[in-house]
């Protein structure tokens, strides 16, 4: 498939003095535009931007000082939440899945980042992880670290959504697809409350969730949207070797880095399709690049450790 790339500028975000901007990729039949919502910050980035902009102003707003918030070991969230407080005077904790990881928090460059951005870590048993949204657990962590506003996982909250309602502009009207990667399920339901009726807009999940689907519709306005479930590559943090000769290959080819937990299956999922014929002849297919990019520098030592080839970076 012949393929090329025009560049063009969109706004400028909220809270930082940063121009996003999208690319162009063509082909004689279909019109693919990737928005570059990973260039709105370089460390607060994409979708995480989207999420916690209304959270900290919420937070500022009822004069809270700590923020509190959950998240795995290579988890995007917690290294938006980590720097975000420091630049924006929070003090700020995590709870991270896996207490095995306390003595390897030095090693993993999320947890790294986040503990040197002067975020505190509170490692958990993976039984207890799940009951982060148990009312007692939540009274438990204000026993041990006081009063805080509490960020869901992932950031996903009605907060949050309002954000991802921003994602798409009036000029994003004309296209007939809008596709971005799911995780929780926040940054979908935000594009699609401001989705025009005629837009389809299609959600690849990057993990195995069957609650996904009810997930969504708690925030979602429309039901004009489908998930893609086809390109989890086995799961939330799990990639083969496919993904990242496409990652490798797209980086190469149109100069846009790709991680690999979120949007690099998105992408190859959207090419996959594309092949295959799933997109009528003419259309206009709007890709959101969520960010992510933090995540390439665990995977790659996780890939290190198989002595299996690496993501460029």
């Given at each position: 498939?012949?393929?090329?790339?025009?560049?063009?500028?969109?706004?400028?975000?909220?809270?930082?003095?940063?121009?996003?901007?999208?690319?162009?990729?063509?082909?004689?039949?279909?019109?693919?535009?990737?928005?570059?919502?990973?260039?709105?910050?370089?460390?607060?980035?994409?979708?995480?931007?989207?999420?916690?902009?209304?959270?900290?102003?919420?937070?500022?707003?009822?004069?809270?000082?700590?923020?509190?918030?959950?998240?795995?070991?290579?988890?995007?969230?917690?290294?938006?939440?980590?720097?975000?407080?420091?630049?924006?005077?929070?003090?700020t904790?995590?709870?991270?899945?896996?207490?095995?990881?306390?003595?390897?928090?030095?090693?993993?460059?999320?947890?790294?980042?986040?503990?040197?951005?002067?975020?505190?870590?509170?490692?958990?048993?993976?039984?207890?992880?799940?009951?982060?949204?148990?009312?007692?657990?939540?009274?438990?962590?204000?026993?041990?670290?006081?009063?805080?506003?509490?960020?869901?996982?992932?950031?996903?909250?009605?907060?949050?959504?309002?954000?991802?309602?921003?994602?798409?502009?009036?000029?994003?009207?004309g296209?007939?697809?809008?596709?971005?990667?799911?995780?929780?399920?926040?940054?979908?339901?935000?594009?699609?409350?401001?989705?025009?009726?005629?837009?389809?807009?299609?959600?690849?999940?990057?993990?195995?969730?069957?609650?996904l689907?009810?997930?969504?519709?708690?925030?979602?306005?429309?039901?004009?949207?489908?998930?893609?479930?086809?390109?989890h590559?086995?799961?939330?943090?799990?990639?083969?070797?496919?993904?990242?000769?496409?990652?490798n290959?797209?980086?190469?080819?149109?100069?846009?880095?790709?991680?690999?937990?979120?949007?690099?299956?998105?992408?190859?999922?959207?090419?996959d399709?594309?092949?295959?014929?799933?997109?009528?002849?003419?259309?206009?297919?709007?890709?959101?690049?969520?960010?992510?990019?933090?995540?390439?520098?665990?995977?790659?030592?996780?890939?290190?450790?198989?002595?299996?080839?690496?993501?460029?970076?």
């Amino acid at each position: 498939m012949q393929l090329e790339y025009v560049a063009y500028f969109c706004e400028k975000p909220y809270l930082f003095n940063n121009i996003t901007h999208n690319q162009n990729i063509l082909n004689s039949s279909i019109k693919l535009v990737i928005k570059r919502e990973d260039l709105i910050h370089p460390l607060i980035s994409g979708n995480k931007y989207r999420k916690l902009k209304y959270n900290f102003i919420k937070a500022k707003e009822n004069n809270s000082k700590v923020l509190l918030t959950f998240g795995g070991a290579f988890s995007n969230h917690i290294a938006a939440v980590a720097f975000a407080g420091k630049e924006y005077g929070f003090k700020t904790i995590g709870v991270i899945r896996g207490e095995e990881l306390e003595l390897k928090k030095d090693l993993n460059p999320t947890l790294r980042f986040a503990k040197n951005c002067g975020m505190d870590l509170k490692f958990v048993t993976r039984e207890d992880y799940r009951n982060k949204t148990n009312s007692n657990f939540i009274d438990d962590l204000k026993s041990e670290f006081g009063n805080f506003y509490l960020i869901p996982e992932g950031g996903t909250n009605n907060l949050a959504v309002k954000g991802c309602e921003e994602i798409l502009q009036p000029k994003d009207m004309g296209f007939d697809y809008v596709c971005c990667s799911v995780g929780t399920g926040g940054t979908i339901s935000g594009i699609i409350n401001t989705s025009q009726r005629h837009q389809n807009i299609l959600g690849f999940p990057a993990l195995k969730n069957v609650s996904l689907q009810q997930d969504i519709r708690k925030f979602a306005n429309q039901e004009n949207w489908e998930l893609i479930t086809d390109y989890h590559f086995g799961g939330y943090g799990k990639i083969k070797p496919e993904l990242i000769t496409f990652i490798n290959r797209f980086k190469k080819t149109y100069g846009i880095p790709l991680d690999p937990i979120y949007t690099g299956k998105m992408m190859f999922g959207i090419f996959d399709l594309i092949e295959k014929g799933f997109f009528p002849k003419g259309s206009k297919i709007l890709a959101i690049h969520t960010g992510g990019l933090q995540g390439i520098h665990g995977m790659n030592e996780k890939l290190s450790r198989k002595k299996t080839p690496l993501i460029e970076l």
